[in-house]
């Protein structure tokens, strides 16, 4: 079985505790044991290489607690040369911190600190098998990107870009350069973090019409402010404007594609200071000559920079600027104190939420707890993928079941991933055990646990983990408990992690690639008819079992398959009659 994205980051990073190695460490000590960083430095101050400009304030904290040199522009051999001689390291996004780096330093190396939002150019999974922590600065450019984002809107209506070209031109095209208003229009803000809801805003301000998508934006946060939240498909259905404030991850890359821009009410106008592989490139210069978009304003591109003939750079419908979301004087001076701040907390054993990997637990609770983190993320993940409409998810319960005394078995990790699956795909943030609980208050996710005590032996520390998230509307709609929640369940068979119920119904399928759920009414042959057309279309499949809640009635299909089918393949097991509904989950 494959270990999940960032699982590593969990459980690797080089720290050491208060209890020395020589004794052994049990679980009920766990919780109260201090993490310490421990930094090679003979006692005197640690060493702080800036590798990209930093702000002064920054620069100025870094030294009062450290010896710091700043050495810009370093080539690879360069800063693999002189990395062994630094306890942390300062980037932006110009710099690689590849593998080649972590080998360099010899173990020196103890903190990165990545001056900005996105951690792209750090190789977190070389970082972590190091021992070096990795941080970055997530809050301080919120305003700029905000601002930014309100700046390249107004532009684009009004074609400020084009015009001021054509008149340097020698020319004078009033009737041309022709704008549109922004008041009464709809703006769909796609991401209600802090930047789009700070975009939200000012967009209120100027007179438009704001709707929102984002399955973590808080209710009362977005009353607040005066935005509807409303599903993808009324978001990008009905908007004049669109604004991107998305993380590029596996579920956001390339989310605006042709598919999605046929949806789109025509004339549409876009607008991303997000990241630039969250629109298909090409798909929207297809879109702008087809006049499906009338308009867009790009500050992120999927290549950066882009090379010189791109076409949609190039395209006059198109304003263009150099990423500069973040580039603002005060937006630069707050990065870099934040980053400073961050780095020196981490010098000083400090772990603060804008951490990206976290700390080492005993050796003998990740080797007992591993295929319950594995289930309990997955868990989360599925869960989270069976929500739909624009309510948001706010409410989430996690149900263990053990034998064990509550003394005797630390959640933590299980929670802590739980979140992970539940929040980490559609978000520019990490989950660990360090920050999980932090990320699920900001973004007004409630999670409860239980404790389920069951008779029998606690040789395994956990019999099975249920997830159930309440307040939601579910896509498949047996997946839904007596209650109304949408329930998943999920226990470790000999090894491997499975989901045994959805909703009412008991299945019995192993969580590895993906899973097809599928509700039927319960007659002879729908294994095969399903089968065959996942075989005629070379999709592998890995398990398969039905749960019904009597013979003859109704029954749910779960079907594990190592690769994603074609929507055609998928179409096609819809149209099977007796199937009354169903759903595709990645994992």
Not at 291 to 303: H, M, N, P, R, S
Not at 343 to 358: C, I, S
Not at 452 to 469: A, F, K, N, Q
């Amino acid at each position: 079985m494959s270990t999940p994205l960032g699982l590593s980051s969990l459980f690797s990073s080089r720290l050491y505790t208060t209890t020395p190695s020589a004794f052994p460490i049990h679980r009920k000590e766990f919780n109260r044991r201090r993490i310490i960083l421990v930094t090679a430095g003979g006692g005197g101050k640690p060493t702080i290489l800036v590798a990209e400009k930093l702000g002064q304030a920054g620069i100025d904290l870094l030294k009062k607690h450290a010896n710091v040199e700043c050495s810009y522009d370093l080539s690879v051999e360069e800063l693999c040369t002189k990395i062994s001689l630094w306890d942390a390291l300062i980037v932006r996004s110009g710099t690689k911190v590849g593998r080649d780096v972590f080998e360099s330093s010899r173990g020196r190396l103890k903190v990165v600190g990545r001056a900005g939002v996105g951690i792209d150019n750090v190789d977190l999974a070389a970082a972590t098998e190091y021992g070096c922590l990795v941080v970055n600065a997530p809050t301080a450019n919120t305003v700029a990107a905000a601002e930014h984002g309100i700046a390249l809107l107004t532009a684009m209506a009004r074609n400020v870009a084009q015009a001021d070209a054509s008149i340097k031109a020698g020319k004078w095209m009033r009737s041309k350069y022709v704008g549109v208003s922004l008041v009464g229009k709809t703006l769909a803000v796609l991401g209600f973090g802090k930047v789009g809801s700070e975009v939200a805003r000012r967009a209120r301000g100027l007179g438009m019409h704001v709707i929102t998508h984002d399955p973590y934006a808080p209710a009362d946060r977005a009353r607040a402010i005066g935005v509807e939240l409303v599903s993808f498909e009324v978001a990008i259905s009905t908007a004049d404007f669109i604004s991107l404030h998305l993380p590029l991850t596996a579920a956001t890359s390339k989310m605006l594609n042709d598919e999605t821009f046929a949806r789109m009410k025509r004339g549409v106008r876009i607008v991303n200071v997000a990241r630039g592989g969250v629109i298909d490139e090409d798909a929207l210069l297809r879109a702008l000559d087809s006049g499906i978009v009338a308009q867009a304003a790009l500050d992120v591109f999927t290549v950066e920079p882009p090379v010189k003939d791109n076409k949609l750079v190039l395209h006059e419908s198109v304003t263009a600027t150099p990423h500069l979301g973040a580039s603002t004087m005060e937006a630069q001076e707050g990065v870099a104190v934040e980053i400073a701040e961050a780095v020196v907390g981490a010098l000083r054993g400090e772990l603060a939420a804008t951490a990206v990997n976290a700390p080492m637990v005993p050796p003998e609770v990740l080797r007992e707890l591993k295929p319950y983190v594995v289930l309990a993320e997955k868990l989360g993940r599925l869960a989270v993928q069976l929500v739909t409409g624009g309510s948001g998810v706010d409410a989430v319960k996690v149900t263990y079941a053990s034998s064990r005394s509550p003394d005797d078995l630390d959640t933590r990790l299980l929670r802590a991933m739980v979140i992970k699956g539940l929040i980490e795909p559609i978000s520019s943030v990490f989950i660990n055990l360090v920050n999980s609980d932090y990320v699920a208050k900001q973004r007004g996710v409630k999670i409860s646990e239980e404790r389920m005590v069951l008779d029998g032996s606690p040789e395994d520390p956990i019999e099975y983990i249920t997830v159930r998230i309440a307040n939601v509307e579910s896509r498949f709609a047996s997946a839904l408990s007596e209650s109304g929640e949408i329930k998943v369940e999920g226990r470790v068979k000999q090894g491997v992690p499975s989901l045994t119920k959805v909703g009412l119904f008991g299945v019995d399928v192993s969580l590895e690639g993906s899973v097809i759920l599928c509700r039927q009414v319960d007659q002879p042959g729908m294994i095969g008819k399903v089968g065959s057309i996942l075989g005629d279309e070379n999709v592998n499949v890995s398990f398969m079992s039905v749960g019904r809640i009597a013979p003859g009635k109704q029954a749910v299909m779960a079907i594990g398959v190592d690769e994603q089918p074609s929507k055609e393949t998928l179409k096609k097991i819809g149209d099977i009659s007796a199937i009354e509904e169903f759903v595709f989950l990645k994992l």
